[in-house]
């Protein structure tokens, strides 16, 4: 949820489109949803989804929901966030879900380890829309309400051909937020690219990776 900025209560995408600054925070909406499709304005697309007609959902799978999800980012040049996540109670992937990542010990032994090293230096990364840039041998596919599609996105795609019963249905082909198996399709595809460059993962120890050369470690938190 997000601050309304007309009652200071913490509400939802829909009172929030209905607010003094309504438009801003429908403009947020179409840069997502062209970041995660083709493109709007000068937001450039992931191809992440693609939008389709209810009949091209195959006979023996079920379009999940969205959660459309809210926040104030202060700190960022645009501090209203607005995300498009996928229903993942809903998802019926038969494949392994579960991947390795750094628990807080570790990341506290590492911080304790540049305290206690001498002229030892520290940074963080963060690998900006990794989970959308991870091709899915098996897509996913979601039903979007059109109440909670921009205009402007609607008159772009040309969706109004593509409405179902009040929806408006995309194909995942990438991993998105909410995907039970994103966290390990980007892990997999992760860790031999970081393999390649030296930095290989620890056997006994989930998430840290070290150098083979070089003095560097770090952890990998998701």
Same mark, same amino acid.
């Given at each position: 949820?997000?601050?309304?900025?007309?009652?200071?209560?913490?509400?939802?995408?829909?009172?929030? =489109?209905?607010?003094?600054?309504? +438009?801003?925070?429908?403009?947020?909406?179409?840069?997502?949803?062209?970041?995660?499709?083709?493109?709007?304005?000068?937001?450039?697309?992931?191809?992440?989804?693609?939008?389709?007609? =209810?009949?091209?959902?195959?006979?023996?799978?079920?379009?999940?929901?969205?959660?459309? =999800?809210?926040?104030?980012?202060?700190?960022?040049?645009?501090?209203?966030?607005?995300?498009? $996540?996928?229903?993942?109670?809903?998802?019926?992937?038969?494949?392994?879900?579960? $991947?390795?990542? !750094?628990?807080?010990?570790?990341?506290?032994?590492?911080?304790?380890?540049?305290?206690? $090293?001498?002229?030892?230096?520290?940074? !963080?990364?963060?690998?900006?829309?990794?989970?959308?840039?991870?091709?899915?041998?098996?897509?996913?596919?979601?039903?979007?309400?059109?109440?909670?599609?921009?205009?402007?996105?609607?008159?772009?795609?040309?969706?109004?051909?593509?409405? +179902?019963?009040?929806?408006?249905?995309?194909?995942?082909?990438?991993?998105?937020?909410?995907?039970?198996? !994103?966290?390990?399709?980007?892990?997999?595809?992760? =860790?031999?690219?970081?393999?390649?460059?030296?930095?290989?993962?620890?056997?006994?120890?989930?998430?840290?990776?070290?150098?083979?050369?070089?003095?560097?470690?770090?952890?990998?938190?998701?």
């Amino acid at each position: 949820k997000a601050v309304h900025p007309d009652t200071g209560e913490q509400v939802e995408y829909k009172d929030l =489109v209905n607010s003094s600054e309504g +438009h801003l925070w429908t403009e947020c909406c179409a840069e997502e949803i062209g970041r995660l499709a083709q493109g709007y304005k000068c937001t450039v697309g992931t191809n992440t989804i693609h939008f389709i007609k =209810v009949q091209d959902v195959p006979n023996d799978r079920k379009a999940t929901y969205l959660r459309l =999800v809210v926040a104030d980012r202060p700190n960022k040049e645009n501090p209203r966030r607005v995300r498009f $996540t996928v229903g993942g109670d809903k998802v019926d992937y038969p494949g392994d879900v579960s $991947t390795k990542t !750094a628990d807080i010990a570790t990341a506290k032994i590492l911080l304790n380890s540049v305290l206690s $090293t001498p002229e030892a230096k520290f940074c !963080a990364f963060d690998i900006k829309d990794f989970y959308l840039n991870t091709p899915m041998d098996r897509y996913e596919y979601m039903r979007i309400p059109i109440n909670q599609i921009p205009p402007a996105i609607f008159e772009l795609y040309n969706l109004q051909e593509l409405v +179902h019963n009040g929806y408006v249905y995309v194909e995942i082909r990438k991993g998105m937020y909410g995907l039970p198996q !994103a966290g390990r399709i980007a892990n997999d595809n992760l =860790v031999p690219h970081l393999a390649q460059n030296g930095y290989i993962q620890s056997k006994r120890i989930p998430g840290l990776f070290t150098h083979l050369m070089r003095p560097i470690a770090f952890c990998l938190i998701v």
